[in-house]
Nanobody, 124 residues
Framework: QVQLVESGGGLVQAGGSLRLSCAASGRTFSDSAMGWFRQAPGKGRESVAAISGSGGSTWYADSVKGRFTISRDTDKNTVYLQMNNLKPEDTAGYYC?????????????????WGQGTQVTVSS
């Protein structure tokens, strides 16, 4: 049974930083590409960042490029999202997702398993 558990969300002032973590279990971690997505109230789900099973390829949405960094630790079966220079428009629920396949994908429809999410609130 695949399980994804996010942590690290919270309230931060604009310009601050947070690091989200997603602990994965139930599949061979290196066989799975991972992604982070977010959804703000009244808006659709947005792809934020993705990383391949090997960690060698990454993808970022234009809105976060240069501010967010996705990484993974195979020993800990954990994927991270380091978020720097946060802006109020980054406020959203952030969700980790796992894909049955090693190759990177940006679209939410490519992912098979989802975590419960963690809230990030950025105050101005």
């Amino acid at each position: 049974q695949v399980q994804l558990v996010e942590s690290g969300g919270g309230l931060v002032q604009a310009g601050g930083s947070l690091r989200l973590s997603c602990a994965a279990s139930g599949r061979t971690f290196s066989d799975s590409a991972m992604g982070w997505f977010r959804q703000a109230p009244g808006k659709g789900r947005e792809s934020v960042a993705a990383i391949s099973g090997s960690g060698g390829s990454t993808w970022y949405a234009d809105s976060v490029k240069g501010r967010f960094t996705i990484s993974r630790d195979t020993d800990k079966n954990t994927v991270y999202l380091q978020m720097n220079n946060l802006k109020p428009e980054d406020t959203a629920g952030y969700y980790c997702a796992e894909r049955r396949g090693r190759y990177i994908a940006a679209a939410a429809t490519a992912y098979n398993y989802w975590g419960q999410g963690t809230q990030v609130t950025v105050s101005s």
